[in-house]
């Protein structure tokens, strides 16, 4: 994994400020919108790596939810607010997890992909797959670069904390290796300007 560490972005390890900021960018609210358009089914079984402190979970109070990120401060704060809604694991996740994890219907990516390295992902992904529902599928979310993009989504996106930002093309390259069919979305954020990338990989 490569990103960014120092100053400010030592700040985002905090709960309060990350999702301060999520807000203020519109992440949090374009998450859900991404999420909500997906996930409909009564006790799905999702699964969220790199899951923050799950505030996703606020929008979906009948799920069965499984939630893996490496900050303990963010899984502390997401035990003591979803307290019951949901399980939390403070690790990263790895090949020996999928022993002790059931078939999902849903596995969120969000956020992810731009901070790890192609092999990074290939690994993640065939890791995933053994635990994904021969009906189920992998929603990815990340920011992307485009050509003639707006100068501001453009710098915010070059600040960001993860440091393997892709193309389309980039992204594409990597997961249409891993599932018969990737539909994809280009998302121009209008307030604050941010170009997001949406993948939906179907086995």
């Not at 560490?5 to 999702?19: A, D, H, P, Q, V």
Request: some cysteine; glycine content about 4%.
């Amino acid at each position: 994994m490569s990103q960014k560490s120092r100053g400010i972005y030592n700040l985002l390890s905090e709960t309060f400020f990350y999702s301060f900021v999520q807000k203020v960018m519109s992440a949090t609210s374009f998450r859900e919108k991404i999420v909500k358009k997906y996930i409909k089914k009564i006790d799905a079984k999702v699964l969220d790596i790199g899951c923050g402190p799950a505030e996703i979970l606020s929008n979906f109070p009948k799920i069965k939810y499984y939630g893996y990120d490496i900050n303990p401060i963010y899984i502390n704060s997401a035990k003591k607010k979803f307290t019951n809604r949901g399980k939390f694991f403070c690790k990263k996740f790895t090949k020996n997890e999928i022993k002790h994890l059931p078939k999902f219907d849903h596995i969120l990516l969000l956020g992810v992909l731009h901070h790890l390295g192609d092999e990074e992902i290939n690994d993640l992904i065939k890791n995933l797959k053994k635990i994904l529902k021969k009906t189920g599928n992998i929603i990815t979310l990340d920011n992307i670069f485009i050509s003639n993009q707006n100068l501001i989504a453009k710098f915010l996106i070059e600040m960001d904390k993860g440091e393997n930002v892709r193309s389309k093309k980039g992204y594409l390259n990597i997961l249409k290796n891993h599932f018969k069919q990737v539909n994809s979305k280009i998302y121009h954020q209008k307030f604050i300007p941010y170009t997001w990338f949406v993948t939906n990989c179907v086995k």
